[in-house]
């Protein structure tokens, strides 16, 4: 794609002046029956510490982001980010701008009522989201609303320390401390020992969250009215990136767990006997053509052979960031880099239509017809998607 001296330009004031402030869109309306409303909580679990912190009396603590069906279709929409000044300082930090350059995403809402009422006619299937390295728990409302509007319970965790950053209810902040030890894996100074020595821990740490999540719901340790209109005997997860892996793992360790979707997700990080054994949910992984890491592919394939009932979608095209929010709250991710060619609109309705049709057959045991879209005119979904369609 060539580039204009004036969008150069205009890049260039972005990257190193932050003189510009980013235009951001507000996340499009979802395409199902149901209005969207959410709550977030923060919980403390007293059965665990903190990995990440050097206290030793330190408990393990998390913001989650809880997503449900309502009828009201009045009320004060939430924020696409809580405490924004904090959290665009923070993002700024880890991509090396200027925070100007995000102000106008502090304003931003989504299209779900704050504490609104929950429908109660009847129970939804819950599924939960693991953001990736850097990430946040809304970094996929736009995934997350469209599953809602189609009759799920979408839990959001923030994995403290492992997020670009959490603020809980009484101001502590839970700073991102993986970006160090990710740097030096690509410099190449870890040796594997201190590879898995970093990530292991941080791996069951994630999945740990995920686990407590569902333990609460069990309990009655979680608020009344939405712990009773979820459907725990259905239970599906995705993730995204490091996300993606904190699912495969999860579900590999906790049988409760009925379904399971990777969002171009870091397969180095699994560990070898999850790789070799599989698990036992259907598993679908969605994600570009091709990584810089060789392995990651590698053994993604050594995966996906050892699973009964299994899809590989790749979508030509797409870059990481293609997976989460990045490509349609902003045009301006395309010319940063952050974002694949393809056109906004088509990629999130393909992704919908997956993720939906996935979750539905799994935890709803519902058929629902794939529409097949043509990404862009230039791209086709590849062979392995209209195989998964036409099973």
Known sequence: MKITSSIFFLILMIAFTGCVSIPFNSPPK???EFNTATESLELT???RLEWFTDNPDDLRRIMIQIWYPTDENQGEKELYIDYGDIRIEALADQFNYNPFLFRKLVNIKTNSIKKATPNNETQYPLIIFSHGLGGNRTQNTIMIEELVSHGYVVIGIEHAYDANISIFNNGDIADYRSGINYERRHTETLSPEEFWSIRLPQ?????????FIIDKLQSKDFPNQLRE????DNIGIFGHSFGGATSIYSSYYDNRIDACINLDGWMVVVPDNIINEGISQDFMYIGQQQWDEKLN???LDMFIKSNSIS???LIPGTTHYDYSDTPHMSNVARLLKKSGNLKSDNLKNVLNELIVSFFNENLKG???NFEYYDLSNKYEISMIVEEYINE
């Not at 209109?229 to 725990?232: M, R, T």
């Open 311 to 313: 899809s590989k979608i």
């Open 366 to 368: 519902k058929k629902t």
């Open 30 to 32: 979802p395409s199902g």
């Open 203 to 211: 791996l069951k740490t994630r999945s740990g969250d995920v686990s």
């Open 297 to 299: 592919y590698e053994k």
């Open 45 to 47: 679990d007293l059965k």
């Open 229 to 232: 209109i979820i459907d725990l």
